[in-house]
């Protein structure tokens, strides 16, 4: 059975850092892109960074030069560190695995509030 958990959401305030982990099992991880999505409230779900198989990484622009993805094979978990955060950056943070389209799954969401 394939567990996705996310860990390390909560309030902070603007410019604050929070670090976000998400502890997967189940699944071959080092075969997987992993992702973080987040999701505004009354927002659609969006795409926040991306880091593949290989460790190469993506961001979205509102994040670039804030957030940093990182992943550690051997745990079998993705991180994602946030910092300078802004109240926009507010919202359910899930994590995402993907083995090219074929196999994806969702975790149950961290919540991360950002007071301004």
């Known amino acids: 059975q394939v567990h996705l958990v996310e860990s390390g959401g909560g309030l902070v305030q603007a410019g604050g850092s929070l670090s976000l982990s998400c502890a997967t099992s189940?699944?071959?991880?080092?075969?997987?892109?992993l992702s973080w999505y987040r999701q505004a409230p009354g927002k659609q779900r969006e795409l926040v960074a991306l880091i593949t198989a290989s460790k190469h990484t993506n961001y979205a622009d509102s994040v670039k030069g804030r957030f940093t993805i990182s992943r550690d094979n051997a745990k079998k978990s993705v991180y994602l560190q946030m910092d300078n955060l802004k109240p926009e950056d507010t919202g359910v943070y899930y994590c995402?695995?993907?083995?090219?389209?074929?196999?994806?799954?969702w975790g149950q969401g961290a919540q991360v509030t950002v007071s301004s």
């Open positions: 995402y695995a993907d083995l090219e389209r074929t196999r994806t799954y």
């Open positions: 189940g699944i071959s991880f080092s075969f997987y892109s």
